[in-house]
């Protein structure tokens, strides 16, 4: 069985989503890849090294499989902890694998819905925003309530997420990869504290600027969807998540792109530049120091072969 998952980034509303903003994510054409064999050795293997070294399989499989072992190769563009979903990715590639191999009827709902619980139970408090993206494809906006575009909900804990279809045309990306691990857990602290301090206005303003943005790229205007990312950005580093690594990154496409912004948790991790220029963008991102990736929207999202 071989199946296959994209990438993620977070266009706009990182972070403001943990309170009930809404929050637009992109697959992007980068994928991790997996192969699973039925096996004869005692216990599950990933890359030939115990299942129980790799706690997202090790649930996944604790959840789904009650087969005989497996012998599961994975290979991955995406590069990891960096905040592009590289473990979403596996997850939901594993289940989609694993529902086909117990000739479950698959459905992206089911996906997604198993993949935020495996990441719940390995993470914490995790949204369901990764999964999803990584399960649909395209673009989704993630939200408190039914938006045109409503695919599926999500509850957990007496929390309840709506997750909606964003139709976007093309257009180039640039991602950044400060090569610095970001930590999302302290991060999404870092901004409690902040917000306990000095209140909700600034989530607000990121919630409307998201509202905006997923508006300005449904409608091809990558000019006004670049300014609002450039905003977006300087409200996440108001809030503390930014760093001077990703500054030096976002300062550096700026001159050949609409807009550019922290994409994910923020504290190290990846930038983004929305660009008619990608080459150039990806020049100037690399002599500033950091690895330039040239994506696009990725309509396809986990598939099962
Ligand atoms: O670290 P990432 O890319 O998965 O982004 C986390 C996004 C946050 O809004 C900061 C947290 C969340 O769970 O939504």
């Known amino acids: 069985m071989i199946s296959s998952a994209p990438a993620k980034i977070i266009l706009f509303g990182e972070h403001a989503v943990v309170y009930g903003e809404p929050c637009i994510s992109m697959a992007v054409n980068l994928?991790?890849?997996?192969?699973?064999?039925?096996?004869?050795?005692?216990?599950?293997?990933?890359?030939?090294?115990?299942?129980?070294?790799?706690?997202?399989?090790?649930?996944?499989?604790?959840?789904?499989?009650?087969?005989?072992?497996?012998?599961?190769?994975?290979?991955?563009?995406?590069?990891?902890?960096?905040?592009?979903?590289?473990?979403?990715?596996?997850?939901?590639?594993?289940?989609?694998?694993?529902?086909?191999?117990?000739?479950?009827?698959?459905?992206?709902?089911?996906?997604?819905?198993?993949?935020?619980?495996?990441?719940?139970?390995?993470?914490?408090s995790a949204s369901p925003n990764d999964t999803s993206i990584c399960t649909h494809g395209s673009a989704i906006m993630l939200a408190k309530e039914k938006k045109e575009g409503f695919l599926w909900e999500i509850e957990k804990d007496g929390r309840k997420w709506f997750i909606n279809h964003c139709d976007f045309p093309e257009f180039d990306i640039v991602?950044?990869?400060?090569?610095?691990?970001?930590?999302?857990?302290?991060?999404?602290?870092?901004?409690?504290?902040?917000?306990?301090?000095?209140?909700?206005?600034?989530?607000?303003?990121?919630?409307?600027?998201?509202?905006?943005?997923?508006?300005?790229?449904?409608?091809?205007?990558?000019?006004?969807?670049?300014?609002?990312?450039?905003?977006?950005?300087?409200?996440?580093?108001?809030?503390?998540?930014?760093t001077p690594q990703i500054q030096r990154l976002v300062d550096a496409s700026l001159p050949s792109s609409y807009g550019a912004k922290l994409t994910g948790a923020g504290g190290g991790g990846c930038m983004i530049a929305l660009t008619e220029n990608p080459e150039e963008t990806a020049k100037a991102i690399e002599s500033a120091g950091g690895k330039a990736y040239r994506v696009r929207v990725e309509r396809r999202g986990v598939l099962v072969e």
């Open 31 to 124: 994928r991790t890849t997996l192969s699973i064999k039925r096996s004869v050795q005692k216990e599950s293997c990933v890359n030939g090294n115990p299942v129980s070294a790799q706690p997202h399989m090790k649930k996944a499989l604790e959840m789904l499989w009650k087969g005989e072992s497996l012998d599961i190769e994975t290979s991955s563009d995406i590069p990891p902890a960096s905040g592009l979903g590289s473990s979403a990715a596996l997850v939901v590639a594993t289940i989609a694998a694993l529902m086909k191999m117990c000739s479950e009827e698959i459905s992206e709902e089911k996906i997604a819905k198993r993949g935020f619980d495996v990441e719940y139970a390995v993470q914490g």
């Open 175 to 242: 991602v950044g990869h400060t090569g610095i691990r970001g930590g999302t857990a302290e991060q999404v602290r870092k901004v409690r504290g902040f917000v306990e301090m000095h209140g909700m206005d600034i989530i607000k303003d990121i919630g409307e600027v998201a509202e905006e943005g997923a508006k300005s790229l449904a409608r091809g205007d990558l000019r006004k969807a670049g300014k609002l990312m450039t905003k977006n950005h300087r409200l996440l580093d108001m809030l503390g998540v930014n």
